[in-house]
């Protein structure tokens, strides 16, 4: 015989147990902060569930960048409510440091980095990875050099530091225009010369001319020193006046090969030198000499009168 089971069905007198449910809310002070139960998504920011009386409820509210939360609720009258989540951010990971190595040429030079002096000739240092650093090397007679470095893992580990001589180009005028300038007993030039110096170098600059007193230009060159001088000489005071002409002159006194020639009113022609002593003296017939003058040309004198045509030696006056 084959048997049947039967379930049987509650009596119409038997109670059913009453099912209560309530309502939970979250919300995130964060905003887009996900909100998950039993590792699935619910929402983000706010959620509102409604849940049986006595159920266990486990939820986690995260986002990136902030301290995960974990809560875990049991469903009663009393843990019904909204929870307000705040999540507390994750501590900054400090970027790695990285090892630099600075080295000058010349050896003496001073190393600053971001204006504070770290040493002299090399200097060896961390730094971290993301920071601009500023390296300065700067050493007297030299042009100082600035690197602007951003640090990080392709950073080169060694820094070699090479400062050029500084070059400081100078101009030197004259006044007079024709005065002569001397360097190193060498003639630099008249009215004008230009040099280049080095920083550091020392330089004295002779001018002088005829007539005026001579002067140094003393120079010590560094970054600052001027790029431009005039130099102003005093004329000398006229200690003396010589004069190889015993009568007044007529016309213009003329000059050739280190000669001055000149005639008088009486028809004497005379001949000096740059001294003012006289070298010769000739009378000649053309007298109450009124606008003649003698007239230089190679190794003779040539001077015409009313009375004759003379032509004598420039050096001798025969």
């Known amino acids: 015989m084959k048997m049947i089971a039967i379930t049987a069905l509650p009596s119409e007198t038997e109670e059913v147990p009453a099912v209560i449910l309530h309502k939970v809310s979250i919300s995130s002070l964060i905003d887009g902060a996900s909100i998950k139960k039993d590792g699935r998504l619910l929402a983000s920011t706010n959620y509102s569930g409604i849940y049986e009386e006595g159920e266990i409820l486990k939820f986690n509210i995260s986002k990136d960048g902030y301290v995960p939360y974990e809560m875990k609720i049991k469903v009663t009258k009393n843990t019904a409510r909204l929870y307000k989540v705040k999540l ?4 900054e990971e400090e970027n790695p440091e990285k090892e630099l190595s600075f080295k000058t040429v010349p050896e003496s030079a001073s190393i600053y980095i971001n204006g504070e002096l770290k040493g002299t000739g ?3 240092g961390m730094f971290k990875e993301g920071s ?18 951003t640090v990080d893992e392709n950073t080169e580990d060694i820094f070699d530091i090479i400062l050029m001589k ?9 006044e007079p225009k024709d005065a002569v300038i001397t360097f190193q007993s060498k003639k630099a030039g008249v009215g004008k010369a230009s040099f280049d110096f080095e920083y550091g170098e020392t330089a004295a600059l002779s001018i002088s001319r005829n007539g005026f007193e001579d ?6 060159v560094d970054k600052d020193t001027k790029t431009s001088y005039t130099v102003n000489l005093k ?3 006229v200690e003396l006046v010589l004069s190889p002409f015993t009568k007044e002159v007529i016309k213009e006194i003329t000059y050739q090969n280190g000669r001055f020639f000149a005639s008088d009113k009486a028809g004497n022609l005379y001949s000096a030198n740059l001294k ?7 009378a000649s017939g053309n007298t109450q000499n009124a606008n003649s003058a003698p ?7 040539y001077f015409s009168g009313a009375k004759e045509l003379l032509v004598l030696e420039s050096a001798s006056g025969n």
Do not use: M
């Open 88 to 91: 507390n951010k994750l501590p």
């Open 122 to 124: 090399s200097f060896t």
């Open 132 to 149: 601009d650093i500023s390296v300065k090397a700067v050493n007297e007679g030299f042009e100082e050099k600035v690197l602007e470095i």
């Open 166 to 174: 500084g070059i400081k180009s100078i101009v030197v005028k004259t």
């Open 215 to 220: 002067r140094i230009l003393r120079l010590k």
């Open 235 to 237: 004329a000398k005071p």
């Open 276 to 282: 003012g002593k006289s070298s010769w003296k000739f």
């Open 295 to 301: 007239v230089p040309a190679g190794k003779y004198v």
